[in-house]
């Protein structure tokens, strides 16, 4: 369990230094079943940060969000650190950041925060409604402890977590400089039981599937920005020149996208979940990003985003790679 | 349809080996079917799986890259990396639901034009299986 | 205007009974509602409460053709739409409808949208008005409301049993009497009305615009701004999902020799979205951005058109993945802006 | 030039009748006129023939064309040719784009009306990639003016004098302690029965004291590394325990040597013995002896007798040096020669001939020492001799057999090996020469007397009352268990009288084909040559550039490339020669302008490309982004070789190999992609 007046002192410490720029985490949301990102520049702000099931969100993602300024003539670059609250699966998106030299590890705080699961916002809602006041979450045993528009309610922990957690392998943070709490014992396994059930239909069933998924899709790209592992500069999804997908919407040109997607993440994806969060027509985005983490670790043993040292997937190989369909 | 369909190969062929195995398959005169066009790029390592995608969605019912032997690659490893990342993406389209028998990938070197017929007739053979892959197809038609 | 009732297990009847018209209704993909056209009229269902996507989309699609050319050719073949047909839009939201009544000021303004136009004209509004308002639902601070007849043709209350019809307009009554519609009594108005006030009290959310649109621009360069716009992804969900927001791109898609002009949906939220070609971009970062979107809907777009371009439909609340609200928003531009005079 | 319009020349060749008969030209022709961006289309028997090439240079010049296509064979064969046109004609050379219509068209396909659709689609696609094409650069590299030639057997030696005469540096590297290789073991040479060892000795010693070449005998090449002109080799010279300085190649050493006389010499093919410190043969060059260290007792068990090393003692100039190692040196040179020859069949693979159990059963490489007047026997073709080389008795009954491990698929060459009939032939003679009273046979296959000077000399030896049958025998059995009875019998069907027969011979030679060099791999791995399918090294091209390789600056000669006689290995020496010296001479190369670049604005630094690049020609530097210090990749375009592995590993497509960028392929795919 997290002590959250912990976790606020060892956040204003941090804040407090002068070569820190900014500390990501969780604050209170203005309604309903999530928290909110909390971006804070200074000690005071401390106090805003939460830690509870609520807080679903990657704060990783927004080392990367952040946008290097053009510097005025004769000033120098805002070269201080950034601070971040990483759940277990969080950590993941910085260790593949570091190993993609996305920043250096000294360019990074890291406060490590062990976690026991957080709630899926459409799970919740389909059991106790919509609100709009925020909803206070406590994990108390196998049940979540909810407090909706003042009333307390209880829901069964197993029902409410999110899929990541279910089969959540990494509580505790892979990397950090300090953990705020006491790590946990590990509970989930991944048998990546949804992938085999899934890879029972026929192609023309998937494909079925999927178009009637991706006909939903409005090419908001939310799925693509919250993603920690996606901040090229210029994303070859909206290139112009040259233009390998098309802005237009249509069952082709958003297949095509959500395959670059899941190209581009193969052998990358940390499995935060975020993209199939964020979507606005519950397009079950992770099922793709799922298919390519079991087979880069069936096909190749590799598991992104836990070794610092490793070499990116793709850019290395074995000379016993398999190839058992190439003629 | 699927009867009288033709399917259509797009090749992706690196320079050293499988282009010159194609060719060798020219000066032989092995004759082989139409279906096959060729894009000639200098290494297996070259072929953006993206490629693939862009090529099934401009209406090509299957595809095929070809390479150097593992260990003969005129750049070392090209197609080290190329086979990584070809059976990957072949996995990936496979779950989105396209047939894997439309991704097809081999390794032809330059003194196997007799081979390259063969690979040629297998890949046309698996697409014609799978059948016209209009679903995928970029909507051109009904702009 | 008329006031017509018919039985809620006649929908499909109902709905059926129009021949001459393209019937379009929320449609449900999983989860997921929207707008689309009836193919099956028992498929129509009250049962929703407010479509995820807007339907903006019926009248400013996502996607559409200009015209066709191919390369080194002068001559290009142009896409109009073909709108001869009449289309009932039925089962929209008053706040929906009234999103038509204020982007339509935009695309007749300084020179008309045919593509827009031609397909306002030709549809006519059937609303559904609201018995359960959604959570963060905030129309009545815009001059709507769950009953409102802003923009409609006729609006129907869901009473249960009997769905009651009230028609606004002409082209609303025609199709009234098209559908057969028997004659409303007063028993349905009194539930009309009873059912839309309790609609007003289950809103729980609001904003008192006041002044708003005369001070936003006075914060231009204040920092608030940056509470938000730091966690903001630059995704296009609260854009895309704003049934008033109706910027778009045009883009030509090339295949081969052959192209397509086409123009489909924008967001200022995207930081191409400014970007010129010299590579300067006035709207570098998500501030930019973030407060371009609030300031146009509730200062640039007053300014020009004397009315919010916003109608508290909540969507752009409810699907923020990161909690951008934009009540909140205007609550912190009010305090900043108290502050900011305090200290003048 | 890029910048302006496209103004695009369409050339469609008939190349005789070999496309025109199956691809409908005209038809082509004007579906290409059609195309957006063609000026010009036109049609002409032979594309690749000056008249060709003029009518090119003059659209350029006349209506000032700036992109060209030559729809005609594969770019691999003319794609030079033309470039070079569109220079002559002062246009950038990269604006050509190649339609192979012939190797992958009209000769593959037999259905006119589809091929003729193809050869368009095919044009239209290269149509659309010239409108995005862009001038290059060709930028010139130094060439170190110095050849690598590894092997020194004749072919190697041969270049290496062509090159030395030509006044440049030559480093000669051959793995055994001598040079000579496979020449120096033969006796006469057919047709002409001119001495082997003769004609080859002179020009052995030219190769040790010729001043532009520095011979590297007993030494291997250890690694390989850099581009055309400008190779760095490292060679490891394996210590020979002598100090080749104080050696004077007086021999008392190996006649002290414990083991004198007890190790089977490779040079004589086992059939003579040597010493454990040794001189190959007696005219090796150089002349100075070197320890075997795995026979040696001193460098294998670490002791020699109770006295210590009897060649030590011996050695009055006190150049034995057990204490010596290896050393590698570091060379740089502008061109490699490969010549590492064959070896010959291994005869105990076709165990039917029993060459493992009899001693009178001998291969033909066996043959030249036995009959070598200065091999073990001093020329008498003595068998059945005893451990001291006494005794011996001289066969009667010979038979010479064809195509042992040649033209033979049970043991996976299906090649034929080219010298064997004519050297059974001489060997024939030989035997007809010293045994005049001899019985003769020879069962072959076929008689291939191709050569000049052949047929006359086969004819000549069956004149000589050498018998042919023709027959390929399936066994060579002892008669009897008898000891003291050599006679072999000889199981063969005469094809010409269908006849099958058991003959008596006392003597029998496999003529054993040539073989790939069993260590073919390591060199194949050092160089990154390629393997046609008979295991030999492939040249660039079978018919045009028949001593290059795939890898610039890197040549062919002698047998390493496939079966030769000396004429023919001296001849191509004397072309990889020439070819070196071109580069050599010019002193000047074009290095690949097809190379990967970056738009570093989009590099997001990641470093994948720099991972993936196999010749290390990327790296990460610092980038000043409007005041950020940032990480981008950046490619030394010296060593990149335009792979593009890079552009496929990368994810914004920030770095792009030219002429294969992207932009430039998609429009490929989109026309080839659409069904016809």
């Known amino acids: 369990m997290v002590d959250e007046t912990i976790l606020r002192e060892k956040a204003r410490e941090v804040l407090a230094r002068d070569d820190v720029r900014r500390l990501i985490g969780w604050k209170r949301g203005t309604y309903g079943y999530e928290s909110a990102p909390a971006v804070l520049k200074d000690a005071s702000q401390a106090d805003e940060l939460i830690f509870d099931p609520t807080c679903v969100q990657n704060p990783a993602s927004f080392i990367t969000l952040e946008e290097k300024l053009p510097v005025p003539r004769g000033q120098d670059p805002d070269t201080r650190k950034v601070a971040v609250l990483v759940k277990g699966c969080d950590s993941r998106a910085v260790v593949q950041q570091l190993v993609e030299k996305a920043y250096t590890r000294d360019g990074v705080i890291v406060l490590g925060v062990p976690c026991t699961g957080v709630v899926d916002r459409r799970k919740a809602q389909k059991m106790f409604g919509d609100t709009s006041e925020p909803v206070m979450i406590k994990e108390e045993g196998d049940k979540f402890v909810f407090i909706i528009d003042g009333e307390t309610r209880e829901g069964p922990r197993a029902e409410l977590l999110a899929d990541k957690c279910v089969r959540c392998r990494f509580p505790n943070p892979l990397v950090y400089d300090e953990l705020v709490a006491d790590e946990v014992a590990v509970w989930g396994a991944d048998e990546f039981a949804d992938v085999d059930e899934f890879e029972k239909m026929s192609p023309p069933e998937k494909w079925k599937f999927w178009e009637e998924q991706f006909s939903k899709c409005i090419r908001c790209y939310s799925c693509r920005n919250v993603c920690p592992m996606c901040y090229c500069l210029e994303c070859v999804v909206t290139k112009q020149k040259p233009q390998w997908t098309r802005r237009s919407t249509d069952v082709s040109e958003n297949t095509a996208y959500h395959i670059q997607r899941a190209w581009h993440l193969s052998g990358r994806c940390i499995e935060c979940g975020e993209c199939e969060r964020v979507c606005p027509v519950d397009i079950p985005i992770t099922t793709l990003n799922r298919k390519m983490t079991r087979d880069v670790k069936e096909l190749f043993s590799y598991e992104p985003g836990v070794d610092v040292e490793a070499e990116p997937l793709l850019s290395c190989y074995n000379p016993q790679d398999p190839e058992e369909y190439i003629m | ?143 | ?344 | ?676």
């Open chain 4, 1 to 676: 030039m890029s910048s302006r319009r496209p103004k695009i020349g369409v050339y469609v060749c008939h190349c005789g009748i070999n496309i025109g008969s199956v691809v409908d030209v005209p038809a082509v022709v004007e579906y290409a006129s059609s195309l957006p961006g063609v000026a010009i289309a036109r049609e002409y028997t032979y594309m690749c023939s000056d008249p060709g090439q003029n009518l090119v240079k003059e659209d350029i010049k006349t209506s000032g064309l700036n992109r060209v296509i030559v729809a005609s064979c594969s770019p691999r064969m003319h794609e030079p040719t033309f470039r070079k046109t569109l220079k002559e004609a002062g246009l950038n050379p990269y604006f050509l784009e190649m339609a192979n219509i012939r190797e992958q068209c009209s000769w593959v396909h037999e259905d006119h009306a589809e091929a003729t659709e193809k050869a368009k689609k095919l044009v239209e696609a290269a149509v659309a990639k010239a409108l995005v094409l862009e001038a290059l650069e060709e930028k010139e590299v130094d060439v170190i003016p110095s050849c690598l030639v590894i092997g020194a057997g004749i072919a190697g030696i041969q270049a290496a004098l062509d090159i030395a005469d030509a006044g440049f540096k030559v480093y000669v590297v051959e793995k055994t302690p001598s040079v000579g290789g496979h020449m120096s073991q033969l006796d006469k040479t057919f047709p002409t029965l001119d001495c082997s060892a003769c004609i080859l000795t002179p020009k052995m010693v030219d190769v040790a004291n010729h001043p532009n070449i520095e011979l590297m005998t007993y030494s291997q090449v250890e690694a390989v590394e850099g581009y055309v002109g400008n190779f760095k080799a490292t060679i490891r010279k394996k210590a020979r325990y002598v100090d080749v300085s104080k050696c004077t190649g007086c021999g008392v050493c190996a006649e002290n040597c414990r083991l004198a006389g007890r190790i089977p010499s490779e040079f004589d093919e086992n059939i003579g013995m040597r010493s454990a410190i040794y001189l190959p043969f007696p005219q090796a060059v150089p002349a100075k002896y070197t320890i075997d260290p795995e026979r040696c007792l001193q460098l294998s068990k670490g002791k020699c007798g109770k006295e210590g090393p009897a060649c030590a003692e011996a050695c009055t100039a006190g150049a034995v040096n057990f204490e010596q190692e290896d050393e590698l040196v570091d060379i740089e040179c502008g061109t490699i020669i490969v010549a590492t020859g064959y070896d010959v069949f291994d005869a105990a693979r076709k165990p039917e001939y029993a060459w493992s159990d009899y001693a009178n059963v001998i291969t033909g490489l066996e043959f030249e020492r036995l009959v070598s007047a200065s091999g073990p026997t001093g020329g008498k073709p003595l068998l059945g001799r005893d451990k001291k080389g006494e005794g011996g008795y001289l066969p009667q009954k010979v038979a010479f057999i064809h195509c042992v491990g040649s033209r033979d698929k049970s043991v996976g060459n299906e090649y034929c090996s080219r010298v064997c009939c004519m050297y059974l032939a001489k060997q024939a003679h030989l035997i007809r020469d010293k045994l005049p009273e001899a019985d003769i046979t020879v069962y072959y296959m076929d008689v291939r007397a191709f050569g000049k000077g052949f047929e006359e000399f086969y004819d000549r030896v069956r004149r000589e009352g050498v018998r042919y049958v023709r027959g390929n025998p399936s066994e060579v059995f002892k008669k009897n268990a008898d000891p003291e009875d050599h006679t072999l019998i000889v199981k063969v069907e005469d094809t010409l009288t269908a006849q099958a027969l058991e003959a008596e011979h006392d003597m029998v030679v496999l003529g054993v084909g040539l073989e790939p060099r069993h260590d073919v791999r390591e060199i194949i791995d050092l160089f990154k040559l390629s393997q046609s399918t008979d295991g030999f090294f492939m040249e660039a091209h079978p018919k045009l550039r028949p001593v290059d390789t795939a890898s610039d600056g890197i040549f062919l000669a002698g047998c390493c490339q496939g079966p030769k006689d000396i004429p023919d290995t001296v001849a191509q020496a004397k072309g990889a020669a020439s070819s070196a010296l071109i580069l050599i001479a010019s002193g000047k190369v074009n290095v690949e302008a097809q190379v990967s670049f970056v738009t570093s604005s989009e590099c997001r630094g990641c470093g994948f490309c720099v991972e993936v690049c196999p010749f290390g020609a990327i790296e990460l530097v610092d980038e000043n982004r409007m005041g950020n210090i940032v990480k981008v990749a950046l490619v030394n375009e010296a060593l990149c070789k335009g792979c593009g592995s890079c552009a496929a590993a990368c994810l914004s497509g920030a770095i792009q190999p030219r002429s294969f960028k992207d932009e430039q392929i998609l429009p490929q795919i989109a026309v080839l992609g659409v069904r016809t």
């Open chain 3, 1 to 344: 205007m008329g006031d017509y009732k018919f039985a809620k297990d006649k929908l499909a009847e109902v709905v059926g009974a129009l021949k001459d018209y393209e019937v379009f209704a929320p449609a449900a993909v999983g989860d997921v509602l929207r707008f689309k056209e009836v193919e099956d009229a028992s498929s129509v269902s009250f049962d929703f409460k407010n479509t995820n996507v807007p339907p903006k989309e019926l009248m400013f699609p996502e996607t559409e053709t200009l015209f066709k050319f191919r390369v080194g050719k002068t001559d290009i073949e142009p896409a109009v739409p073909d709108e001869s047909k009449k289309r009932l839009v039925f089962g929209i939201r008053p706040c929906d409808a009234m999103a038509y009544t204020i982007v339509e000021k935009l695309y007749s303004w300084d020179y008309p949208d045919p593509y827009f136009e031609k397909r306002r004209e030709s549809s006519v509004l059937f609303g559904l008005a609201c018995s359960e308002p959604v959570p963060n639902c905030f129309c009545t601070s815009l001059g709507g409301g769950p009953g409102s007849e802003q923009g409609l043709d006729a609006l129907m209350f869901d009473l249960g049993e009997t769905v009651y019809v009230k028609t606004i307009t002409d082209a609303g009554d025609t199709v009234a009497k098209a559908m057969g519609l028997e004659a409303a009594a007063d028993a349905e108005k009194k539930a009309a009305a009873a059912q839309e006030k309790d609609a007003l009290g289950k809103i729980k959310r609001s904003i008192d615009t006041e002044g708003i649109p005369e001070k936003l621009p006075s914060l231009y360069d204040h920092p608030f701004w940056e509470q938000f716009s730091d966690r903001c992804l630059s995704c296009g969900i609260c854009t895309f999902l704003c049934p008033t927001c109706h910027c778009f791109d045009i883009q030509d898609e090339m295949e081969a020799f052959d192209g397509r002009r086409a123009r489909m949906w924008d967001t200022c939220m995207f930081p191409e979205y400014t970007l010129h070609t010299s590579g300067h971009n006035p709207r570098p970062t998500r501030k930019e951005r973030t407060r371009n979107r609030i300031s146009h809907k509730y200062s640039y777009f007053p300014e020009k058109f004397d009315v919010i371009a916003c109608v508290g439909c909540g969507r752009c609340i409810n699907y923020c993945p990161v909690n951008i609200d934009i009540l909140d928003i205007l609550e912190k531009s009010k305090q900043a802006e108290a502050k900011e005079a305090k200290t003048a």
């Open chain 2, 1 to 143: 349809m699927s009867e009288e369909y033709e399917p259509n190969i797009l090749a992706f062929l690196c320079n050293w080996c499988s282009y010159a195995g194609a060719d060798l398959a020219g000066t032989s005169r092995t004759h082989y079917l139409p279906n096959i066009k060729i894009i000639r790029v200098m290494c297996s390592g070259r072929v953006n799986p993206l490629f693939l995608v862009n090529a099934l969605q401009q209406g090509a019912d299957g595809v095929l890259i070809s390479g150097c032997h593992p260990g003969d690659c005129h750049y070392l490893e090209g197609n080290f990396y190329a086979r990584r990342r070809f059976m990957l993406m072949r996995k990936l389209l496979e779950h989105v639901g396209v047939d894997p028998g439309r991704v097809n990938m081999s390794w032809v070197s330059a003194s196997e034009g007799a081979k390259f017929k063969e690979v040629i007739d297998e890949t046309v053979a698996k697409a014609k299986e799978a059948g016209p892959m209009d679903q995928f197809r970029r909507r051109q038609l009904n702009w």
